[in-house]
């Protein structure tokens, strides 16, 4: 099994939906990652969190919010999506500062 | 601020065409770079990790350099499954968190 899942993996909705992209983990990291991959532009950091109780804004949190439901689970969602939030969304989780961080499969969002 | 370049944006080689990717650097004190390898529709994946100029690692036909404002990929012999995007990111003392270069999209033909 993955050590870092994400659901959905694909998604199409419309402008002014609520959507929410989930994240978990079995690798018992304490940190979680948000970012957004848009083609030229790279991975760009949407919010991050050290541990259950903190949740930190990334460069690019306009329009998103997050929650750490556990150690092993971070969601991002979107209240209203936008069509400039058509992007490639992963999750990923580390076990400190310095270290690797591991990266799930991705979701690809598509707002109509 | 932090920032990380990386070049060429895309390169082409024969299968056994040894070359290098760049990744130019800026940080307000280094904790670490990082290498990783994307193929197309999933996740990064980790490579390597540098901590201090001078260093050096390698994976296979892979060998990551790193000096005090740029980091080499060198790809010796490449093969076809070679081919993806290989990103830089690094992080510095400032911020516990990775900042991503662009990416390196590498295509290595039979």
């Known amino acids: 099994d993955a050590d870092v899942t994400q659901t959905p993996r694909n998604r199409i909705t419309k402008t002014g939906k609520r959507i929410m992209l989930e994240c978990s983990q079995t690798k018992g990291h304490d940190r979680m990652y948000w970012y957004r991959q848009d083609p030229g532009l790279g991975l760009r950091l949407i919010y991050y969190s050290f541990d259950v109780k903190d949740i930190n804004k990334g460069e690019i949190s306009d329009g998103y919010s997050v929650s750490r439901q556990a150690q092993a689970k971070f969601s991002l969602s979107l209240e209203s999506a936008i069509p400039n939030q058509t992007a490639l969304y992963f999750c990923?989780?580390?076990?400190?500062?310095?270290?690797?961080?591991?990266f799930g499969p991705g979701t690809r969002l598509t707002v109509l | 601020e932090d920032q990380v370049t990386q070049s060429p944006e895309a390169l082409r080689l024969q299968e056994g065409e040894s070359s290098s990717l760049n990744c130019s650097y800026t940080?307000?004190?280094?904790?670490?770079l990082f290498w990783y390898r994307q193929d197309p529709g999933k996740g990064p994946e980790f490579l390597f990790t540098l901590y201090s100029a001078g260093e050096e690692k390698e994976k296979e036909r892979l060998k990551a350099t790193l000096t005090k404002k740029e980091s080499f990929l060198h790809i010796t012999a490449p093969k076809p499954e070679d081919s993806a995007t290989y990103l830089c990111a690094v992080e510095g003392t400032g911020f516990q968190k990775l900042v991503f270069g662009t990416g390196t999209r590498l295509l290595v033909s039979p």
């Open positions: 940080v307000s004190g280094l904790r670490g």
């Open positions: 990923a989780t580390s076990d400190g500062s310095a270290n690797e961080q591991f």
